[in-house]
């Protein structure tokens, strides 16, 4: 097969090729790109290899420009790349690895495109196209990465239990791939994947957590984890979700697999988000189940709590996967505290109260809560389904009333700390956190409206009450 054709509608080969062929050099595009182009996807950024220096062919890349081309140059790694537009374009000579057995990190050698090609992760990834005059646009498949593309098989170009061993990473990136693309996992390489998960020990978390936004961020989330599980990665780095799998049952009463109820929670959520952290918390929330699991004679299983000790787990799950510990990190533990409050405000007779306090708490990710809620709802049986989601319509539609009404998602009370020591002479004390409490309780409870003026009055009144009276000011 020959692409040519194709290469030519972008001058940038023509140049790489011309500079390849000044330095006595062959160049072949590589990786990535050409698994794009035989699937039909466009790709921005191209890698380049060469028997050679990559960082040579990259400066003599550059120079061929009428006009400044970024360059980087890593030595340590003998790599380079050319910033243009909106693409990369990376370059690296030739080369074999060797491995030792506690570190992913290789012992990097001079090598030949095939030693090269063979290096790589997996076959549909260890494609070649040539930008030599001899073969120019020609394809160079040595380990049936076509074919495999075909079958949307992810698959090891050389024995996978050693591709795995030697960097473990690639386990991840296999199931990364799989989820992604949409492809199987190849048998062989699979069992290898299972085999070889306590060497995953060795990655950092950091390079872990990478592969793992990338698979939560796939538009069916659920296929990835359950290769995470069934091939025993999910166990080495998130035992809390590894937990939530299993049924218990006790005088034929059981409940649902967590787990599995997770995963369509998860699903359900990537159909109406790409946010990155409202997935979190559709995984997270419903991790603390394990830890409040009880059973009870006449009520069956209860999770009691669980939202709360769920919203206590997440720094710590976050701190260790290397997660963000900012405010990113904030909104997934208020959604996972808040996820059960909605359901409660389905009855007709739910007080504006309630609403006021929802709105309060949730701030501005009252509308990803409710999404949270909505695919929180997993039951087989349709029409109850139909029925919460009707219920969760009103609530929303009450929710959309409060806030029109009486402005309280995410209102600061009126009247500040400050002004209540200057009005009543008052140094910082728990007295002056007493007064502000009051107020923001009164807006809530619905006693006062939020508005500067009526929170002044109440503050006169509760201070009268408390023994204390304006400080003339002259």
């Not at 890593?74 to 030739?94: C, H, I, P």
């Not at 001079?110 to 090269?116: A, I, K, Y």
């Not at 780095?237 to 369509?264: A, C, I, R, W």
């Not at 359900?268 to 997270?284: F, G």
Request: charged residues 30%.
């Amino acid at each position: 097969m020959n692409f040519k054709n194709k290469l030519d509608q972008n001058p940038l080969f023509e140049k790489v090729a011309a500079a390849g062929q000044k330095l006595g050099v062959d160049t072949y595009v590589v990786g990535g790109y050409v698994r794009d182009l035989l699937m039909g996807r466009e790709s921005k950024d191209i890698d380049f290899t060469c028997v050679g220096s990559g960082i040579e062919l990259a400066e003599e890349v550059a120079k061929s420009f009428d006009f400044h081309v970024p360059l980087s140059v890593f030595k340590n790694f003998g790599t380079a790349m050319l910033k243009l537009d909106d693409s990369e374009l990376e370059f690296v000579g030739a080369r074999r690895e060797s491995y030792r057995s506690h570190s992913r990190k290789p012992i990097v050698e001079d090598g030949t495109l095939m030693e090269d090609l063979e290096r790589r992760d997996f076959t549909i990834n260890a494609m070649a196209i040539s930008l030599n005059s001899g073969n120019y646009g020609e394809l160079l498949d040595p380990f049936g990465g076509q074919r495999d593309l075909k079958r949307k098989l992810i698959k090891t170009p050389l024995d996978p239990n050693v591709t795995f061993s030697d960097d473990p990473l690639r386990m991840m990136r296999a199931i990364r791939f799989a989820a992604q693309l949409e492809f199987d996992i190849e048998p062989d390489t699979f069992f290898a994947i299972q085999s070889n998960a306590h060497r995953l020990k060795i990655v950092s978390a950091e390079r872990i957590v990478t592969e793992l936004n990338k698979i939560v961020l796939t538009k069916k989330p659920s296929y990835g984890f359950n290769l995470l599980f069934a091939g025993k990665l999910l166990h080495e780095f998130f035992p809390e979700m590894v937990e939530l799998q299993g049924v218990d049952t006790v005088d034929d009463k059981s409940h649902k697999d967590n787990f599995y109820h997770t995963l369509q929670v998860l699903d359900n959520v990537a159909k109406v988000s790409d946010d990155l952290w409202l997935r979190w918390a559709a995984i997270l929330h419903d991790i603390a189940k394990p830890a409040t699991k009880r059973f009870n004679q006449k009520s069956g299983w209860t999770f009691h709590g669980h939202e709360d000790k769920g919203s206590r787990m997440v720094p710590g799950i976050f701190k260790r996967l290397k997660l963000p510990m900012d405010e990113r990190m904030k909104f997934v533990q208020k959604l996972v505290r808040l996820h059960l409050r909605p359901i409660a405000l389905v009855k007709d007779e739910v007080t504006d109260s309630a609403l006021r306090r929802l709105l309060f708490d949730a701030g501005d990710a009252i509308d990803d809560l409710m999404k949270l809620c909505r695919a929180d709802i997993t039951s087989k049986n349709n029409k109850k389904v139909k029925r919460y989601l009707e219920n969760f319509d009103k609530v929303e539609r009450k929710l959309q009333e409060v806030e029109e009404k009486d402005q309280v998602r995410n209102f600061q009370p009126p009247v500040s700390g400050e002004e209540i020591m200057s009005t009543f002479g008052l140094k910082p004390s728990k007295l002056v956190g007493d007064i502000k409490e009051e107020i923001k309780e009164a807006i809530l409870e619905g006693k006062i409206k939020n508005n500067p003026q009526e929170a002044r009055n109440l503050m006169i009144e509760i201070a009268k009450r408390m023994g204390l009276s304006p400080q003339n000011k002259n």
